[in-house]
């Protein structure tokens, strides 16, 4: 197994740019979660989903979209970057009754 | 809605000494905890958790954890600690078992191994 796996590695976007964060996990886990993690502040809940065709937003949802299509995948959209979105972005995957799988990150850049 | 404080931002302790990480947490319920390590660019791992039962928890590494109701808390601890642990360390709390809902996590600790 894989786990939990996270592309780009890295990206450096202008102000305005769009792009997709794409997560995978492939332990046939029903929720998935997206967090950001700014220096200081631990990790803050984006979205999250219990099962495909399922989302919902967690603590700081505000410009980020997310859609459920398959048990699978869970891609992060960014539609118009600000300097605010600079971040470690986290992907996340569990198994009703246990705990998170974390993916390696995303590191982004919004200049 | 539920929180997490961790009061130290950084520990830092000799190489073989033992270890102590302070969890406050709140949460109206009963709470489900976590903690959970990372070393420098990578994810995070599960150290150990605390669903129910035994109030005194075992997880990876030789860590281990004790939730007490009364104070709030689920501090982590390790006896002898080696210069591997150093990295950042997180306590979270979850609404529901396995954290169905997403978790809360506190800011972090830093941890410093000094030889």
């Known amino acids: 197994n894989a786990g939990v796996t996270q592309t780009p590695k890295f990206r450096i976007l202008k102000i305005g740019q769009s792009m997709t964060l794409q997560c995978t996990q492939d332990?046939?886990?029903?929720?998935m979660y997206w967090y950001r993690q700014d220096p200081g502040m631990g990790l803050k809940l984006i979205y999250y989903?219990?099962?495909?065709?399922?989302?919902d937003k967690g603590e700081v949802p505000n410009g980020y979209n997310v859609s459920r299509s398959t048990t699978e995948d869970f891609p992060l959209r960014l539609e118009l970057a600000a300097p605010s979105q600079t971040s470690v972005y986290f992907c996340?995957?569990?198994?009703?009754?246990?705990?998170?799988?974390f993916g390696p990150g995303t590191r982004l850049t919004v200049l | 809605a539920q929180s997490v404080t961790q009061p130290d931002i950084h520990i830092t302790v000799s190489e073989g000494a033992s270890l102590e990480l302070r969890c406050n947490y709140s949460?109206?319920?009963?709470?489900?905890l976590f903690w959970y390590v990372q070393s420098p660019g990578q994810g995070l791992q599960l150290l150990l958790k605390?669903?129910?039962?035994?109030?005194l928890v075992q997880g990876i590494k030789g860590f281990e954890a004790e939730f007490k109701r009364s104070q709030s808390s689920f501090n982590l601890r390790k006896p002898s600690v080696h210069w591997s642990d150093a990295a950042e360390y997180f306590c979270?709390?979850?609404?529901?078992?396995?954290?169905?809902?997403?978790?809360?996590f506190g800011k972090g600790t830093h941890l410093i191994i000094q030889p």
């Open positions: 949460y109206g319920a009963t709470p489900y």
């Open positions: 979270a709390v979850g609404a529901t078992v396995g954290g169905a809902d997403g978790l809360t």
């Open positions: 605390y669903f129910s039962g035994d109030t």
């Open positions: 989903s219990v099962g495909a065709g399922i989302t």
């Open positions: 332990m046939n886990h029903n929720y």
């Open positions: 996340a995957s569990s198994y009703r009754d246990n705990e998170q799988f």
